[in-house]
């Protein structure tokens, strides 16, 4: 019976695609497991950092995308993987920009104690690590401890400005238009 015969092939296809398509799945499982291991093994991260040296960066590439890492100097490396099916659940962040250097940050630094010119001795030493400085000014009232308040986006250089007043706490500006991207208010709390 012819109709009944191109019925049982329709079936076989829709039954060979479906096997088909768990098979290119369980594929792609293994391969994700293996390059997984791979960049383990290799020494880079699963969270886009890159590897320890240019020879495991040049094998990590090789290993991820099928494709040499161009280099100065030719490097020879052995890669073994062992696949292992282990299921994975990665997330991908944004890569963060590098820290800022000095040069391109802003800092006012104001007094809230009353010793006279400790703003502008610290805005001095600011200068001389290379930090943009606004002119010093004065806090409207005494703090016990320092504060270094930042807008959004300089929480890691705040965090290297915050090496020179140790005793300072890190937080977000609570205003809407500060007079630098970082403004250092030392307290009672800061020791020159």
């Known amino acids: ?11 076989r296809l829709q ?3 479906r096997r088909f398509g768990l098979l290119a799945l369980g594929v792609l499982v293994v391969l ?3 390059g ?6 290799i020494g880079g991260s699963t969270d886009g950092e890159p590897a320890e040296d240019g020879a495991a960066a040049a094998a990590q590439t090789v290993a991820t995308t099928g494709a040499p890492l161009a280099t100065d100097a030719p490097t020879t490396t052995a890669l073994t993987t062992t696949t292992t ?3 994975t659940t990665t997330t991908t962040e944004a890569p963060r920009p590098p820290v800022r250097p000095p040069s391109q940050v802003g800092v ?6 009353s010793v006279a010119g400790l703003a502008g001795r610290f805005t001095d030493e600011l200068a001389a690590l290379g930090y943009r400085t606004v002119p010093p000014d004065n806090h409207p009232e005494n703090l016990d401890s320092s504060v270094i308040w930042y807008v959004e986006g300089y929480d890691r ?3 290297v400005v ?3 007043a140790p005793d300072a706490e890190l937080v977000l500006f609570p205003g809407d238009a500060p007079r630098a991207p970082i403004t250092v208010v030392l307290g009672a709390s800061y020791r020159e």
Not at 2 to 10: L, T, V
Not at 36 to 41: I, M, P, V
């Open 15 to 17: 039954r060979d695609l």
């Open 85 to 87: 099916a282990v299921p």
């Open 157 to 159: 250089e705040a965090a």
């Open 162 to 164: 915050a090496e020179q």
């Open 36 to 41: 997984f291991a791979a960049r383990t093994l």
């Open 108 to 113: 006012l630094v104001l007094n809230a104690t």
């Open 32 to 34: 994700m497991g293996a």
């Open 1 to 11: 019976m012819p109709g009944r015969h191109a019925s049982d092939d329709r079936r």
